[in-house]
């Protein structure tokens, strides 16, 4: 009995590691395809191919190309941490920072990396804009972002008042922090990480920080 309940629990985990293998491999195959061809270009058929996965894989896995775009997005923005973004190490250590000015250092710093992988996809959304799941992805990714980025400004607040009331001062971190932004100064313009690292803490600090 003992034997044929470790059986049963290792094909459980064999299969939860497999199906996890599989995911990845989508993910994969499906960020290399649609940076080379773009959203309308990477087809769910080239997908699986390059995955080396039926078609019935990808669908029962994600859905449809609108959602596996989207998790594929939404593991940009985490990294190798599977955890939701404000449980992650970088934007609690937010708290454990009693200066204002260190805060926003830390967090230009953690959110420069995380865009970096993120924005060149959310670019991806805009030149595809004519399909309405698109737009409605990329509002709900505005929305999530607003909403994981509250946790900054109540982390500043926790180490002193702010200029600007803390709905403005949210929204002011929302609309430097944009993916739109990022890829003008980082893509067009051709900033570096560190510069826009710098420029970020600095900017934040001089709309937000009353000294």
Excluded: C
């Excluded at 940009?76 to 939701?84: L, T």
């Excluded at 670019?123 to 994981?148: F, K, V």
Aim: positive net charge; glycine residues 6%; charged residues 30%.
């Amino acid at each position: 009995m003992e034997g044929d309940v470790k059986r049963r629990l290792y094909r459980s985990e064999r299969r939860r590691e497999q199906a996890e293998e599989t995911r990845v491999r989508v993910l994969d195959a499906a960020g290399a395809l649609f940076e080379e061809r773009g959203y309308d270009g990477a087809s769910i058929a080239a997908i699986a191919a390059a995955a080396g996965v039926s078609q019935e894989t990808v669908y029962s896995r994600f859905g449809n190309k609108r959602a596996l775009f989207g998790e594929l997005v939404a593991r940009a923005v985490r990294g190798v941490d599977p955890r939701p973004v404000p449980l992650q190490e970088g934007p609690r250590s937010l708290g454990a920072a009693s200066d204002q000015r260190e805060q926003l250092r830390v967090f230009a710093a953690d959110i420069a990396e995380r865009l970096e992988r993120a924005a060149p996809l959310v670019a991806l959304i805009g030149a595809a804009r004519a399909e309405p799941d698109l737009a409605e992805l990329l509002r709900r990714l505005h929305s999530e972002r607003l909403r994981n980025l509250r946790m900054v400004v109540d982390s500043l607040v926790s180490n002193g008042p702010l200029r600007l009331p803390e709905q403005e001062a949210l929204e002011t971190v929302w609309a430097l922090t944009s993916p739109e932004l990022h890829q003008l100064l980082v893509r067009v313009r051709g900033w570096s990480r560190s510069r826009y690292r710098a420029w970020l803490a600095d900017s934040l600090a001089a709309l937000l920080l009353q000294s």
